[in-house]
């Protein structure tokens, strides 16, 4: 009875998934070429090389991994591959971002001297041991307890000077206050990071640390919670725990190096499409960001093989492939090939991609683009990943179809049998994508990521956590995705734009839902909620149309083809705003006009960016930090939740400022840009904006009319 109901399961998901005719991105035999040729095994034993080596930034390591990929893309048959180096040194600037320093270690030990003999720390078998950044030091002193170690009451009546501190709070900010300002020789740390449903339940986990680089001393080991608990409870019974560390490095000048290679189009008035990842880790650093160089490589390698042997046709985009440091790398590169950066019309991303469902509980996520940049990129990468998905969930219930389900057990590999679990999710940041979405860029990235990964930044980060079968199947999505993007022309729009207006209609759909909650928000007046409400409608239809005609100014496709998908939407968002005011009619409101601060002078303004491209926060950068000072930031009110009740509600202040800035156009009035961020996030003040924009001026990002 069971199997057989689980026969019909099988069957339904099969009938249901969707067939070939139902999409119009690649034909079938596209799709099973590409699917044939994708593999898990070779990135996961390009994987196990890039986990020997610790891929800290501009270090000799991260050269070596940078090496290894560039002998791959040639060997793969990428054209004009190289490598390039950028000079750092804490001050030289590319785009709007300050470059960072190098590191040189030469050797790392801490030992526990008193009141037993033991190696706590060696850089030359777990390098994850030494914080970044870590100045030379031999020092043997007293271990003094300051708990979380960023606070001034941490230090009230202890003595820290010239002896280390043990402390669990971010590390930057106990190496200020510790070393610093009350002389401390060095810090040992079991910092949490990265908060998930599973965190602390692994007591002995070392996580990754990270000190300022700006600052000219100190020192910092790594220990886990459970060497830090016994640590503290030796000292808390009165034995004197004395440390010896000695540390031999150097922070410094360098360079940043990023290897890039290409699959050439037919056009090069076409553009480019960019596969970006991040190759800069701690050791193992499996899936973050192993997981995501290794697949994209593998992504280069199965088109650079079909598109070369003429399985598939070379498209008309050129195809670029990218490796380099987080962030920094992609700032870097861009800032020197303006050219290259004017060429780009859509990016495939990947940060972490391969963790192992059951032993990372990681969920795969196709990321949506902020709202500042609508495009039917993700709906294509969604698109493949529900094939993916559908398919591997039939074959999970029964075993039929093993091929469609793109598992890698062929001839022995390692792959699990695992479903796809993988869904699409709003924006995130948290990556290079962050740089390519922002407005100064505007390039829409497909973005793939796992989250959670309880392993994250941690020794335990292993190649053992990582499935090929994921690594084979995410290969295959962003293979197919890159290929459609690369290959996409106005001939496609009559089966294209229906396809994109029906999903836009589920998108339109959804989104009325929350403005139908939103009416009766009870910490919004009926009045304010009714308008929140209706101006979340305006902001989706704005959405989804500008999507819509993104596909039209890609392909260069007759604008006229989506009008009727478009004016289909207008009418679907007319109906929606009828049904709003029928629920607000029940809160006895009549009529939702805007709110008397809509036509105020500060809601007029209009701001302009007149800053250089890019973010304002970076690895290790904050644009406003450095140029009003952290004490000005302090006082900015979206980044202080206790400024507003809905904003201490959401506590979404980063991401709220990324958007602010990013819908800045010189059209856009201040009280268009709270409207637009408050339906993408939830309601936020005007004066909250406003004060906001008020800083980004004073700090010369943009300027106010």
Not at 15 to 44: I, K, M, V
Not at 681 to 689: R, S
Request: aromatic share 8%; net charge negative.
């Amino acid at each position: 009875m069971i199997r057989s109901v689980l026969k019909a399961s099988a069957l339904v998901l099969a009938l249901s998934a969707p067939a070939w005719g139902q999409h119009p991105f690649l034909s079938q035999t596209e799709w099973l070429t590409l699917r044939n040729e994708a593999g898990g095994t070779a990135p996961y034993e390009n994987l196990r090389v890039l986990t020997r080596l610790h891929r800290v930034p501009a270090t000799a390591e991260f050269d070596q991994a940078a090496s290894f990929i560039q002998e791959r893309a040639q060997e793969y048959g990428l054209q004009d591959v190289h490598a390039e180096q950028f000079p750092i040194d804490g001050k030289l600037e590319y785009g709007l971002m300050r470059s960072h320093v190098a590191w040189s270690v030469t050797s790392a030990r801490l030992w526990q001297i008193e009141p037993q003999h033991a190696l706590l720390g060696d850089w030359a078998t777990d390098p994850i041991r030494l914080a970044d950044y870590s100045h030379s030091a031999d020092v043997e002193a007293a271990l003094v307890d300051v708990g979380a170690g960023t606070s001034e009451s941490d230090y009230a009546g202890k003595d820290v000077r010239g002896k280390i501190v043990l402390a669990d709070g971010v590390l930057s900010g106990v190496q200020h206050l510790a070393v610093e300002k009350y002389g401390a020789a060095g810090i040992v740390s079991d910092m949490p990071n990265q908060t998930t449903a599973w965190s602390g339940l692994d007591a002995g986990v070392v996580r990754w640390g990270h000190l300022d680089g700006s600052l000219n001393r100190g020192f910092a080991f790594m220990v886990s919670r459970a060497t830090a608990s016994d640590l503290r409870a030796q000292i808390a019974v009165g034995h004197p725990v004395v440390l010896g560390a000695h540390v031999q490095a150097e922070v410094g000048a360098g360079h940043w190096t990023v290897v890039t290679g290409i699959i050439p189009g037919t056009d090069k008035s076409a553009g480019e499409i960019v596969y970006s990842c991040h190759l800069d880790h701690q050791r193992p650093g499996a899936n973050d960001n192993g997981s995501g160089c290794v697949t994209i490589l593998e992504s280069a390698r199965v088109l650079s093989r079909l598109i070369g042997a003429g399985s598939l046709k070379r498209p008309s985009r050129t195809l670029r492939f990218i490796w380099g440091p987080e962030v920094e790398g992609t700032m870097a590169y861009l800032s020197r090939h303006p050219d290259i950066l004017a060429s780009l019309r859509a990016d495939v991303h990947m940060d972490m991609v391969g963790g192992d469902l059951f032993k990372n509980k990681s969920v795969l996520h196709v990321t949506e683009t902020p709202w500042s940049l609508p495009t039917f990129i993700t709906d294509i990468g969604a698109t493949f990943a529900g094939v993916i998905r559908d398919a591997a969930t039939a074959y999970t219930a029964d075993g039929s179809a093993e091929e469609a389900a793109v598992v890698e057990i062929r001839n022995g590999a390692l792959g699990t049998r695992n479903a796809f679990f993988v869904d699409q999710t709003p924006y995130a940041e948290g990556s290079d994508h962050d740089d390519y979405d922002s407005s100064t860029i505007a390039v829409p990235s497909l973005y793939l990521r796992d989250w959670p990964d309880i392993y994250i930044h941690t020794d335990h980060d292993t190649l053992q956590q990582i499935d090929p079968t994921k690594l084979r199947r995410v290969a295959l999505l962003g293979a197919a995705s890159g290929y459609s993007y690369a290959a996409l022309s106005a001939s496609q729009s009559a089966l294209v734009l229906p396809f994109l207006a029906a999903r836009a209609q589920q998108r339109l759909a959804q989104g009325f839902n929350r403005a139908l909650l939103l009416t009766q928000r009870p910490e919004l007046q009926p009045q304010e909620a009714l308008f929140e409400a209706h101006n979340l409608v305006a902001q989706l239809l704005r959405r989804e149309q500008t999507a819509l005609l993104s596909f039209v100014a890609f392909t260069h496709a007759n604008p006229q083809e989506a009008a009727v998908f478009t004016q289909a939407l207008h009418s679907q968002a007319a109906t929606a705003d009828g049904w709003l005011d029928r629920a607000g009619a029940a809160r006895g409101i009549h009529g939702a006009g805007a709110p008397p601060w809509h036509a105020g002078a500060e809601a007029k303004r209009v701001p302009r960016r007149i800053a250089a491209f890019g973010p304002l926060t970076f690895q290790n950068d904050d644009v406003l930090r450095d140029r009003l000072g952290a004490e000005r930031v302090r006082q900015i009110k979206l980044l202080n939740g206790d400024s507003s009740r809905l904003l201490n509600a959401q506590d979404s202040g980063a991401i709220y400022a990324y958007e602010i800035v990013n819908f800045v156009d010189g059209k856009r009035s201040v009280g268009d840009i709270r409207d637009a961020v408050s339906a993408e996030f939830g309601p936020i003040p005007l004066d909250v904006v406003s004060d906001y924009l008020k800083a980004c001026e004073e700090a010369k990002i943009i300027a106010l009319r």
